[in-house]
């Protein structure tokens, strides 16, 4: 549970809302005081696209902030040197999406990030709390949601809108400044910024178009030509996607991809009996769809395999492992998501072993160390 200390001040909401419509002064606002930390965040739109569409940046640094409209923001060299500058922390709450637009909208990879709902999770607030209810319970004040969904594109945001975008940076340095007390009081202080930083990276590497067909757990049982043809569907489908700017399932959803290449369809006709592919998609792509599978009929090698689920007896193994960390997690209040993602404790049950990769790395060794034996026992039973 979240624990009521208050070891910062909160800037009050300015008076007035300040907005940044010139790079060159965006510039200067960002190298003033450019030793502190930056607290960041973004509206942005993703109805029908595949990609979001920027539609605002709010910053705060040292008590100031700002908005700005994304094409100052992209017009900035100091906006981008400063997110890809790893000496300049960025302070952001649950920056999947944030990240997902500055890697497509900039064509750059932030650095430097810590994701304070990451960082809350550790020092003791629980698992994916979300912002508004860590800021009312830490400093207070409820904060006004009704314009969450609200159009971000256009202009002028209203005045609701602006105290929004304003209160969503306003508590951050706040916020950082209690989870670097609890992170200290835990001898975790670097833990925070480590888990930020690989979270960033494994997000980055699902972009690529050759491994997202890794992400289709439900075609874990192909192999072969099969395997090979869902690979090339599945890319063909990401590039497609962005050519296109429209959601994965706009062109072909998941299910469809597996069951195309189970069906390994070599004709029109057998094409249009393949369960749930729309006629429109048989028209617009047959062709293109026959050629992927013919090519990887024809092809060879094995591409890696998709994880499949756990077996009863490796359940079993599961359960076992997970309540010793359970048992570690919260002897240090430190929630076991956050700890041992179920991903990554399957990967360990499937291998066979713990000794190797992230439990045994950076600082989950100091709380998984202790009983790497005890699991690794129970692996090799």
Same mark, same amino acid.
């Not at 944030?98 to 430097?112: I, S, T, V």
């Given at each position: 549970m979240v624990d009521s200390r208050r070891v910062a001040d909160v800037p009050p909401r300015p008076a007035t809302v300040a907005w940044i419509h010139d790079p060159a002064e965006l510039d200067q606002w960002l190298a003033d005081g450019a030793c502190e930390p930056l607290a960041l965040d973004t509206e942005f739109e993703r109805v029908s696209t595949f990609y979001p569409i920027p539609g605002l940046v709010q910053l705060g640094r040292g008590g100031r902030f700002c908005l700005v409209d994304p094409q100052v923001a992209e017009a900035s060299a100091g906006f981008?040197?400063? &997110?890809? $500058?790893?000496?300049? /922390?960025?302070? &952001?709450?649950?920056?999947? *999406?944030?990240? *997902? @637009?500055?890697?497509?909208? @900039?064509? @750059?990879? /932030?650095?430097?990030? &810590?994701?304070?709902q990451i960082g809350a999770g550790l020092a003791g607030a629980g698992f994916s709390v979300g912002y508004a209810r860590l800021v009312e319970t830490l400093f207070g004040e409820a904060l006004d949601k009704s314009v969450?969904?609200?159009d971000w594109i256009a202009r002028p945001l209203s005045p609701a809108q602006e105290r929004y975008a304003i209160d969503d940076v306003r508590f951050l340095v706040a916020l950082h400044t209690w989870v670097v007390q609890g992170l200290e009081q835990k001898e975790l202080v670097g833990a925070m910024a480590e888990e930020s930083t690989r979270f960033? *990276? *494994? &997000?980055?590497?699902?972009?690529?178009? $050759?491994?997202?067909?890794?992400?289709?757990?439900?075609?874990?049982m192909l192999r072969g030509a099969g395997l090979r043809a869902l690979q090339a569907l599945t890319r063909w489908r990401e590039l497609e996607c962005r050519k296109q700017d429209r959601p994965r399932s706009r062109i072909v959803p998941d299910p469809v991809l597996i069951a195309l290449a189970e069906a390994m369809p070599s004709s029109g006709q057998a094409l249009s009996r393949v369960e749930g592919l729309p006629p429109v998609v048989v028209r617009k792509y047959g062709d293109r769809l026959l050629q992927l599978i013919a090519e990887a009929a024809a092809s060879s090698g094995e591409p890696a395999p998709i994880t499949p689920p756990l077996t009863r007896e490796e359940q079993g193994t599961y359960k076992k492992v997970k309540r010793i960390l359970v048992k570690m997690a919260e002897a240090r209040d430190i929630p076991i998501e956050i700890l041992a993602p179920r991903r990554r404790l399957e990967a360990v049950v499937h291998d066979g072993t713990i000794r190797t990769g992230l439990f045994v790395e950076g600082w989950r060794a100091g709380i998984v160390g202790p009983v790497v034996d005890e699991i690794e026992e129970i692996l090799q039973s």
């Open positions: 981008r040197q400063v &997110l890809t $500058d790893p000496q300049v /922390p960025k302070l &952001l709450y649950a920056m999947s *999406e944030d990240l *997902e @637009l500055f890697r497509h909208w @900039l064509q @750059l990879n /932030p650095a430097g990030l &810590l994701d304070l969450t969904r609200s960033a *990276e *494994e &997000l980055g590497q699902q972009d690529d178009p $050759d491994n997202h067909y890794l992400k289709l757990r439900g075609g874990w």
